[in-house]
């Protein structure tokens, strides 16, 4: 479930696939709440993580991720890998578009994520699989600060071991601050600096984690299997210190500075703040601790240095206190890259020529020796309390993360072109690559000729939104007749067929295969189309309509006559079997008999239209054999109440020639022997004779039973049958 920035709607979804988007409304006071629910999206396997942003909705499922423009109905599957298995994704809005874009980012197999922008274009893939192999960060608990003084000088140790790298599936995924991921599994929470492609931390104190959700600046909620809540903050080694001792906790901060000499020692040629870690000097003094005040005396000098060199140049005023800054931010990125160059393990960027926002900015802060603060544990047995405890921080989430006048429209292509009417510039497609889905850049339908400054028509943009249409209906797996009735509405059915076909070559050039172009502009038509005004069309319309209907009811599991291949045991389903009865019906009635069996020949499963036709004329010996081919007890009910004595007799014979193997052709009446005959509970004895005796007398049925009696099985009629013949008298 994931609630919007509003407040007033909320995302969920299911385990069958489905998204819905439920709408709240209070009235009379907040006594009563008014909610709708709507349907979004049908996708085929469990849904896994649901994000939003302005527009935007950001879908990810077992099998694939599906970014949705709400605005425009639009859908698309990002990336064209599938995947199997509980991967989350996420929005990561930046609030500064021009040297940070926002991002999206779609968890992978193998500690991977995709970096997506807002068109759903792969950029690159990080790898952290090898960064991993590291050790995992202390979980520092303000109740337990002896105890970890007094193991501070082993925690060094855990470098020496050897850390194997770690495969892992991030299930769900979340932003934490400007520049960080939070993700976790039952046994580790992690968190990475995507700006820079690094592992930040990641730790393994807690006992398998149930769930974990990022509330306010930078705290993390992280609820275990145990019943147990905890808050964990994330601090600088720097902004953790200068806490400790506003708190007067000195001896906490010394062994803190003891832990990361090296990093105070930097910071505090850099950081002017840091004096007040003088007070941790006195501090060690007045207690006698010379060995610890020994090991800290490179940081102390490290201040007393920048202070000395602050005093000589406090007299340069603004601008010196500009070209100090400048100089601090240089020097940080080189202190960084030593760092970098010196660990044997690294973060391995796929890709990355198509990015350009890996590069450091000047003065940019980072987590470095990030330190987590675990500020309260609630106590155990609270899992019915869960989302409670959760409800007022959620309020607080990405709230005003971007101004107004930076926000980027997402698709903001689509909206230009209809406004400006700009050209449609498609991209070629390349042999290895992918159809690509429905958005601006990649299912463009002309080629711009800046020599002739041909614009594009209104058949074109008629094309395209079109195009858009369809690839959004299958994504959703919903029917969009109602979002282009409008434009086939304008074209009369010859205008209306070309247009199809345009489109379905507009599809072949974008990577569909041609029978599937066919088949999906052959559904929006057939989806839109009256089958009524059939009957009025012209002959090419109604021949374009014929050959669709085929194509998309044709099938090759089909039993055929011997004698003239005509179908005799076929699949009856049928899709837009409306419209296949009143192509049947107008050919039959124009006595066009040849394009009705050519049909039929294609697709059987209008056999029950014909059997009525035949009923009409009275022609039986058509009828019969018809009804036990198509194999459904409801045709057979329907027809049966016009069936004479005579009928019934007659079909009895067709049916024990249907046990024995033996089909008639309804074409040339020719008999053919076949195997596995009973398919279907309709073939059974019980079947058929239930359906009689509805419009046959007992006495009648009786004697036709005992007619047959040696081609019927001693155990195929049950007793019931028997006992509502002697009810019925």
């Given at each position: 479930?994931?609630?919007?920035?509003?407040?007033?709607?909320?995302?969920?979804?299911?385990?069958?696939?489905?998204?819905?988007?439920?709408?709240?409304?209070?009235?009379?006071?907040?006594?009563?709440?008014?909610?709708?629910?709507?349907?979004?999206?049908?996708?085929?396997?469990?849904?896994?993580?649901?994000?939003?942003?302005?527009?935007?909705?950001?879908?990810?499922n077992c099998t694939k991720c599906i970014l949705c423009n709400t605005e425009y109905e639009e859908y698309k599957q990002i990336g064209n890998k599938p995947r199997d298995g509980a991967y989350?994704?996420?929005?990561?809005?930046?609030?500064?578009?021009?040297?940070?874009?926002?991002?999206?980012?779609?968890?992978?197999?193998?500690?991977?994520?995709?970096?997506?922008?807002?068109?759903?274009?792969?950029?690159?893939?990080?790898?952290?699989?090898?960064?991993?192999?590291?050790?995992?960060?202390?979980i520092h608990k303000d109740s337990d600060n002896e105890n970890d003084n007094m193991c501070g000088d082993n925690e060094g140790n855990d470098e020496m071991l050897d850390y194997q790298p770690q495969n892992l599936q991030f299930g769900r995924i979340q932003r934490l601050r400007q520049d960080f991921l939070v993700s976790f599994t039952e046994l580790g929470l992690y968190v990475f600096d995507m700006r820079n492609s690094s592992v930040a931390l990641w730790c393994n104190q807690f006992e398998r984690i149930v769930d974990c959700r990022v509330v306010g600046n930078g705290e993390i909620v992280v609820f275990t299997q145990t019943g147990s809540l905890y808050s964990v903050q994330m601090h600088t080694l720097q902004s953790r210190a200068s806490a400790l001792v506003r708190q007067n906790k000195f001896l906490d901060c010394a062994w803190l500075m003891r832990r990361n000499v090296k990093y105070f020692a930097d910071k505090a040629r850099e950081d002017y703040e840091l004096g007040l870690l003088n007070q941790i000097k006195d501090f060690l003094m007045d207690r006698h601790q010379y060995e610890l005040l020994n090991d800290l005396s490179v940081i102390f000098d490290a201040i007393a240095q920048c202070e000395n060199s602050g005093d000589n140049n406090s007299s340069g005023g603004s601008s010196t206190a500009a070209d100090r800054s400048c100089s601090l931010g240089a020097s940080a990125i080189p202190c960084q890259r030593s760092t970098e160059e010196s660990s044997p393990q690294g973060v391995y960027v796929l890709e990355n020529a198509f990015c350009d926002n890996l590069k450091s900015q000047k003065g940019e802060k980072h987590f470095k020796d990030a330190l987590l603060t675990v500020t309260g544990k609630f106590g155990k047995n609270i899992i019915k309390y869960k989302f409670n405890i959760f409800a007022e921080e959620q309020q607080k989430l990405v709230r005003d993360l971007i101004p107004a006048n930076e926000r980027s429209l997402p698709f903001k292509d689509i909206k230009a072109i209809y406004e400006n009417d700009e050209e449609i510039v498609c991209r070629t497609r390349k042999a290895h690559s992918s159809p690509s889905p429905s958005t601006s850049q990649s299912c463009r339908n002309r080629v711009k000729n800046t020599g002739t400054g041909q614009h594009i028509t209104a058949e074109e943009k008629t094309i395209y939104n079109l195009y858009l249409i369809c690839k959004s209906s299958k994504f959703s797996n919903t029917n969009f007749v109602e979002r282009y009735r409008s434009l086939f509405d304008e074209y009369s059915a010859p205008e209306l067929i070309s247009l199809l076909e345009k489109l379905s070559r507009v599809m072949v050039e974008h990577g569909d295969d041609p029978e599937q172009a066919q088949r999906h502009c052959y559904e929006m038509y057939f989806h839109y189309l009256n089958p009524e005004l059939i009957w009025e069309m012209d002959d090419a319309s109604r021949d374009y309509i014929t050959q669709g209907f085929v194509l998309l009811n044709s099938s090759d599991d089909i039993v055929r006559c011997d004698n003239c291949m005509f179908p005799l045991r076929f699949d009856n389903s049928c899709v837009f079997h409306e419209l296949g009865s009143v192509l049947l019906r107008y050919y039959w009635s124009r006595n066009e008999q040849v394009k009705c069996f050519d049909v039929l020949t294609r697709v059987p499963a209008l056999f029950d239209i014909l059997a009525k036709l035949y009923l009409a004329e009275y022609n039986m010996d058509k009828v019969l054999p018809i009804i036990l081919n198509y194999g459904q007890p409801d045709?057979?009910?329907?027809?049966?109440?016009?069936?004479?004595?005579?009928?019934?007799?007659?079909?009895?014979?067709?049916?024990v020639d249907l046990h024995r193997g033996r089909l008639t052709c309804i074409n040339c009446e020719c008999i053919t022997t076949v195997e596995n005959v009973n398919r279907h509970f309709f073939y059974t004895w019980n079947c058929f004779l239930g359906i009689a005796l509805e419009y046959m007398e007992a006495d009648e049925i009786l004697s036709l039973i005992f007619r047959w009696s040696n081609s019927i099985p001693s155990d195929a009629i049950d007793r019931e049958f028997y006992s509502r013949c002697l009810l019925k008298g």
């Open positions: 479930m994931h609630w919007t920035q509003d407040e007033k709607q909320f995302y969920y979804g299911d385990s069958k696939g489905q998204v819905n988007l439920v709408l709240l409304s209070t009235f009379i006071g907040t006594t009563l709440i008014n909610m709708s629910i709507h349907p979004i999206l049908f996708l085929e396997s469990p849904i896994v993580q649901i994000d939003d942003f302005e527009s935007l909705l950001l879908v990810s989350g994704a996420c929005f990561f809005i930046s609030s500064n578009e021009a040297q940070q874009p926002s991002r999206i980012y779609c968890a992978r197999p193998g500690s991977r994520f995709w970096e997506v922008d807002f068109e759903g274009d792969v950029l690159q893939t990080h790898q952290f699989k090898f960064a991993l192999a590291c050790p995992p960060s202390k045709l057979l009910i329907d027809m049966g109440k016009s069936f004479t004595l005579n009928a019934w007799a007659k079909c009895f014979e067709h049916f």
